[in-house]
């Protein structure tokens, strides 16, 4: 008996068929399930990280800044000195423009408005003191033209009623700067207008060849008793073509530029060119 095989499937073969399809249907359900969890899980752990890294960051508020690192303030080739404050609030505290205070020599008007038998023309004594009519005298060394107005009319008070007073500069000591160290021309300068170190330098003839140009300390003047002081890195900001580090002089701001390590020690050093010979002539 023979029988003959049609060009159509048989019916296991469709069956066979439809299995293999279903079985292909169903791992592309399982990976595509498998990668709709992975990315569930990964969005979860994203968010726990973001809001640890929120909670451990420090808290910001509008209009405070952080802090800036500590910058190197107090000490001078290598040495710091005890009559320095070695803090590092200089910078933010540099202003372009301070007030004008009062030191001794200075002459003062004051007037007032409504009692001018008052009126007077006051100089500062050496001891900072001033001199004034019915009262005691008053201290007003370092003081700004607003401060010794307050101090007066403070002062007047039991002899007058809310008194009205004004007060102005006549004579004073012109602002100055000094370049002291290793400077071609160390000295005091008239500062006018807007001067800054390494303008000042200039003005002072520039740095010597044993100068320290990293080194470069501004000393300013806070108290009877402190300065505040500022290194700069001149070399590194001249190198860079930057000077965003440069700093506005203040009157009475002394710049100083130390000396550098090698020239310390270059005149216990042997001459390269020397040599034993016998000179005739000293016989």
């Known amino acids: 008996m023979s029988c003959a095989v049609s060009g159509s499937q048989l019916p296991w073969q469709k069956f066979q068929g439809a299995a293999l399809r279903r079985s292909d249907t169903s791992r592309k359900m399982n990976k595509l399930v498998i990668s709709v969890v992975a990315f569930v899980c990964l969005c979860s752990q994203l968010g726990s990280v973001a809001q640890i890294t929120q909670q451990q960051s420090?808290?910001?508020?509008?209009?405070?800044?952080?802090?800036?690192?500590?910058?190197?303030?107090?000490?001078?080739?290598g040495v710091r000195s005890p009559a320095l404050t070695g803090s590092d609030t200089l910078a933010p505290k540099l202003q372009?423009?301070?007030?004008?205070?009062?030191s001794a020599s200075?002459?003062?008007?004051?007037?007032?408005?409504?009692?001018?038998?008052?009126?007077?023309?006051?100089?500062?004594?050496?001891d900072g003191f001033i001199p004034?009519?019915?009262?005691?005298?008053?201290?007003?060394?370092?003081?700004?033209?607003?401060?010794?107005?307050?101090?007066?009319?403070?002062?007047?008070?039991?002899?007058?009623?809310?008194?009205?007073?004004?007060?102005?500069?006549?004579?004073?000591?012109?602002?100055?700067?000094?370049?002291?160290?290793?400077?071609?021309?160390?000295?005091?300068y008239d500062?006018?207008?807007?001067?800054?170190?390494?303008?000042?330098?200039?003005?002072?003839g520039g740095m010597t060849p044993e100068a320290k140009h990293s080194r470069v300390v501004l000393f300013r003047r806070r108290s009877e008793e402190f300065f505040e002081t500022r290194v700069l890195d001149v070399k590194q900001m001249l190198n860079s073509r930057n000077l965003q580090e440069d700093i506005y002089l203040q009157p009475g701001d002394?710049?100083?530029?130390?000396?550098?390590?090698?020239?310390?020690?270059?005149?216990?050093?042997?001459?390269?060119?020397?040599?034993?010979?016998?000179?005739?002539?000293?016989?």
């Open 191 to 204: 500062l006018h207008g807007d001067t800054t170190v390494v303008e000042a330098l200039s003005i002072a």
């Open 106 to 126: 200075d002459v003062v008007e004051i007037t007032f408005s409504f009692a001018p038998e008052f009126n007077q023309i006051v100089t500062v004594q050496p």
């Open 254 to 283: 002394l710049v100083y530029v130390p000396q550098n390590s090698i020239s310390k020690i270059r005149r216990f050093l042997p001459a390269s060119n020397l040599g034993m010979y016998w000179n005739p002539a000293r016989y």
């Open 58 to 77: 420090p808290e910001v508020f509008p209009g405070i800044a952080e802090k800036p690192a500590a910058t190197e303030t107090g000490d001078a080739d």
């Open 96 to 102: 372009r423009h301070p007030l004008y205070r009062l």
């Open 132 to 188: 004034l009519k019915g009262i005691e005298q008053l201290y007003v060394d370092r003081l700004t033209l607003p401060e010794m107005r307050e101090k007066v009319r403070a002062a007047y008070t039991h002899l007058l009623h809310d008194p009205e007073v004004t007060v102005a500069l006549k004579v004073f000591e012109k602002p100055y700067f000094i370049a002291a160290g290793q400077i071609m021309r160390p000295g005091k």
